[in-house]
């Protein structure tokens, strides 16, 4: 069997960082988002607590805290395609947890390692 280079080793220590980050629930209505304003990797849970999405942010400005906007905004394909865009319905009832990676190959690396461990189905693997 091969030995893990030192990268996988970090991606998989960013892992175990990503899933136990803490869980937070979706705003309310007017309620304030509370996510990192840099860039990083993100998981959504729907309301029964499984896996819905996972995301990185490849260039949004206001990192983390924008895509998750954008997904209460109903401007995402994550949204578009499970909610007809209404991000609303993400508000209350899912959840996320997400950690800032500055390095943009690790941020990559990080979400593919966690889409192919969270929610294989993503992925063709059923």
């Known amino acids: 069997m091969k030995r893990m280079t030192r990268e996988q080793k970090k991606v ?5 960082k ?3 980050s803490p869980l937070q629930t979706f ?3 007017g309620g ?7 860039q990083g990797v993100y998981v959504i849970y729907n309301s029964r607590g499984r896996v819905a999405h996972v995301g990185r942010t490849p260039r949004a400005m206001g990192g983390i805290e924008q895509r998750l906007r954008d997904h209460l905004t109903g401007n995402s394909s994550f949204v578009k395609a499970q909610f007809n865009r209404d991000g609303s319905k993400l508000r209350g009832k899912y959840k996320f947890r997400c950690i800032e990676v500055r390095d943009k190959r690790r941020r990559a690396l990080l ?10 189905i993503h992925i ?3």
């Open 32 to 38: 304030k988002l509370n996510a990192p304003k840099g």
């Open 124 to 126: 063709g693997l059923g």
């Open 27 to 29: 705003p309310a209505q």
């Open 111 to 120: 979400e593919a390692y966690a889409i192919g461990s969270l929610c294989p």
């Open 12 to 16: 998989k220590a960013l892992y175990a």
């Open 18 to 20: 990503l899933i136990g």
